[in-house]
Structures are given as C-alpha cells and as structure tokens.
C-alpha cells in the first residue's frame, strides 16, 4: 500500500509539473488510466486526443468516448493518417516509428500542450520505435517518469474506480498481427478483427491473435484454449474465418497455434 501511495505522489509531482497537458489516448488501460488521473488532477489543464483509423478496432474508439462523456473530458477524435504514408504502408519492422510520427505530428498542430503517452516501465523493455517517435516530438511518458509498470497502471486504475479498463487485456493496433513485409490493407485488417471477435465469442480465450504471416493466416491462442480445442471445432472455425479473409484473396487452411508476443515481427534482433 506504501509504495502505491508513493508512486501516486509521484505521478502528481510529475503531470502538475507539465503545465498544459495533451494525452494521447488509444484506448487501452494505459492511455485510459493515464487520462483519467491527469483530468481529474488538472482538470481544464488537459486534452485528449484519440486517432481512429483502420487498424483501431471499433471497441476502442466507443470506450473512449465513452469514458470521455462519463468523466467530461475534452476529447478530440482525429485522423494521424498513417494510412497516406507509404513507409507505414509498406510494413517494415520500425512500422509503429512511422504511425507514432503521423500521430503526433496530426496532434502538435491542435495544441501547444505538453504531449504525453501511456507507456509504461515495462515497455522499455520491448522494440518499441514508436518510443523513437515519441522523443522526436518531446513527447513524454508520466507514468515511466513515476517508476509505474503494467501493474502498477492496473493498481492505479482500480483505484480510481476504473475496474473494467484495469481488466483490458494488451491489445496493439491490428497492424501489428501482419508479418513483417507484408503490405498493409485495410481490408486485410477488418478482416482479421472479424475473425479475432469470432473466435473470441465462440471459444472465450485467454487470449487470441489472428496473424497474417506470408505462410497464411494463423490464429494464436493460450495454451489451455487450444489444447481443448478439437478437430471437428478447428476445422468448423477454419471455414468461418476462411469466409472473413475470403474477399482479401487470402486463401488456404487456418493454422491454430500457440500465442506468442509479437510473432508477426520479422529479422528484429535485441542488442
């Protein structure tokens, strides 16, 4: 309990110093929890901006504004328009460097605000470019500032009476289930968040991921998922996400396997 007080204190210390504050809001626990404390710190000090686009699934723009109307925030829905630039567009390994570059170069423009993000201690320890981005713009990061992990950010939002946004499970953007290399579409995104929500509604997993991968598409599952999963049931939820990537000329059996962090990543090695 000492230490959640601690580094409470220490976020206070950290958003007051800042002035003006902009969040960048995805609509994740950590975006949420961050914006939810800085408002109710600082109240008209802070603005929320949230970018939608195809590879934002639906349920994170309705959570946001819906949280957004309960708490009276000061939200603005934007376009980044990562979408026009060919680098993301093309999907290379540092892909997010470029998202995260459109999305605060659409939100610098708006404001004259501090810009801040919901990355966390635990993030330093991934290939994130976005981070890269991120110093780029003088973007900065309270609760990296305050000591705060992952739980720590799921503490604090149970705290502040957030129980269902500490409960999130990691969820990146839907670009991210795309191998490495392989061009990004929108169709292929929408595709691949029908087949996620189908699975999620018939199995009710732990956790799943559909990757498209050079090889075909994949959906990943926790392990106690998968290993109840049967023949029969595989091959009736083959031929139903089979239809959703149908009109994406993505052809061929689906794969059941194993959920690994990160897997569509390519030819990334840590120094």
């Known amino acids: 309990m000492g230490e959640q007080l601690s580094e409470r204190v220490a976020l206070e210390s950290v958003l007051t110093g800042m002035g003006a504050i902009a969040v960048a809001v995805s609509g994740g626990v950590d975006s949420l929890t961050l914006a939810t404390f800085a408002h109710r710190l600082l109240s008209g000090r802070v603005r929320m901006f949230h970018a939608v686009s195809p590879a934002v699934p639906g349920e994170g723009t309705q959570r946001t504004q819906a949280l957004a109307q309960r708490e009276g925030w000061a939200l603005r829905v934007i376009d980044a328009g990562e979408f026009d630039d060919v680098d993301y567009l093309r999907n290379p390994v540092n892909r997010c460097f470029y998202c995260k570059t459109s999305l605060y170069g659409a939100i610098r423009p708006q404001t004259d605000a501090q810009i801040?993000?919901?990355?966390?201690?635990?993030?330093?320890?991934e290939y994130r470019p976005g981070l890269i981005a991120a110093k780029e713009h003088g973007v900065r990061h309270p609760f990296v500032e305050a000591a705060m992990t992952k739980?720590?950010?799921?503490?604090?939002?149970?705290?502040?009476?957030?129980?269902?946004?500490a409960e999130l499970p990691s969820s990146p953007c839907l670009s991210s289930r795309v191998e490495t290399g392989i061009a990004i579409d929108p169709a292929v995104l929408a595709a691949i968040h029908a087949a996620e929500r189908l699975v999620a509604e018939q199995l009710e997993p732990g956790t799943v991921r559909c990757r498209v991968r050079a090889s075909g598409v994949a959906i990943e599952l926790d392990e106690g998922t998968l290993a109840a999963l049967d023949d029969a049931r595989r091959r009736v939820l083959s031929?139903?996400?089979?239809?959703?990537?149908?009109s994406t000329g993505l052809t061929g059996p689906v794969r059941f396997e194993v959920y690994r962090t990160g897997s569509a990543f390519l030819h990334f090695k840590p120094r």
Do not use: M, P
């Open 116 to 125: 801040v993000s919901g990355t966390n201690l635990d993030d330093l320890g």
């Open 239 to 246: 031929e139903q996400i089979g239809v959703r990537f149908a």
């Open 151 to 165: 739980q720590d950010v799921r503490t604090l939002a149970r705290a502040l009476g957030l129980a269902q946004v």
